[in-house]
């Protein structure tokens, strides 16, 4: 049987110690707040104000250097619907988000692959090679193929006319399927950045689940597809949404510099058909009017790839 000083004791400790865990509550939350705050504050800044302004602007008549402001509702968003620059953009936006995604998800899987479980000689050279349009900036890639497609001075039709009785002189960036010519630099560009990604995933798969499908007689293509895909579904998933992502709000850069959307709007993307309606032809409002539809076709097309893109989990 406890004596009254025992119990008194152990309500002192209990309290002690409900004291101790509120106190290192406080720090804890303390702790994150000191980290987080500023970067919630660097979000909203940047992130958060400027999409809320976007959406407020489209409703309006704007020239984007003017003080005023005209109300007009909807007006821009009626003007979309009859654009067919609109479609031609979202058109292209899709065209080159379809062709990255197959083009840069298979080869990044298949080079890979190639430098991890093919063992191919000088593994590690090629992972340099394949990397080193990742550090280059866009604008200078976009410069780069400008100048191997020139119709004169190309490095392609120079090429090609090694094959050819008379010069080759295509005008790769002035004609209506120019949008093909832009898809082989991006593809280019991409390559190196996912192959690491994958290269990484799959170098983290235990070799004893290679093994035992060799043990049961897996070929190559077999255990790639059983025991290699499965495990690095999420890496390629992620790949494909970020491929994605990047592509609806960032092909503005390599079409502008290589064709500015031409000729006769056939490279026109969402985001460089805004960048000419906003700063080139001062239409502001509709201009932040193409931004909100570039959101929502972003926020639409991850949100369905997520859905389709699903699956069960592998652990290792």
Not at 119 to 135: C, D, K, T, Y
Not at 174 to 199: C, E, K, R, T
Request: aromatic residues 12%.
């Amino acid at each position: 049987m406890s004596s009254p000083k025992m119990g008194a004791a152990e309500n002192t400790l209990l309290v002690t110690k409900k004291s101790s865990l509120k106190t290192a509550k406080r720090h804890r939350m303390l702790f994150m707040t000191i980290f987080l705050l500023p970067t919630f504050i660097f979000y909203c800044v940047f992130t958060v104000y400027p999409l809320l302004r976007g959406l407020y602007v489209s409703f309006f008549d704007w020239s984007g250097s003017s003080e005023s402001m005209k109300f007009i509702g909807f007006d821009n968003y009626k003007e979309m619907a009859s654009d067919p620059i609109i479609l031609t953009g979202l058109l292209n936006d899709y065209f080159l988000v379809i062709g990255k995604v197959i083009g840069i998800v298979v080869l990044a899987t298949l080079f890979a692959v190639a430098v991890t479980r093919m063992r191919v000689q000088g593994a590690s050279f090629f992972r340099v090679i394949f990397f080193i349009p990742n550090i280059i900036s866009v604008a200078v890639i976009a410069v780069l193929w400008r100048a191997v497609y020139h119709p004169s001075l190309g490095f392609l039709n120079s090429f090609l006319s090694l094959f050819t009785l008379k010069p080759v002189d295509t005008v790769w960036l002035g004609n209506s399927h120019s949008i093909w010519s832009l898809l082989i630099p991006s593809i280019w560009a991409g390559i190196g950045f996912y192959m690491v990604l994958l290269i990484a995933a799959i170098l983290s798969i235990p070799s004893d689940l290679y093994e035992a499908s060799e043990i049961d007689g897996a070929t190559g293509g077999k255990q790639f597809t059983k025991v290699t895909l499965p495990l690095i579904w999420e890496q390629v998933k992620t790949s494909i949404l970020h491929i994605t992502i990047t592509t609806l709000n960032g092909s503005i850069v390599i079409v502008w510099i290589m064709t500015e959307g031409g000729p006769d709007n056939a490279t026109q993307v969402m985001g460089s058909y805004l960048y000419q309606m906003g700063f080139r032809q001062s239409h502001m409002g509709y201009a932040a009017a193409i931004g909100v539809l570039i959101l929502l076709a972003s926020l639409i097309t991850t949100a369905i790839l997520s859905r389709l893109l699903r699956r069960e989990v592998h652990e290792m």
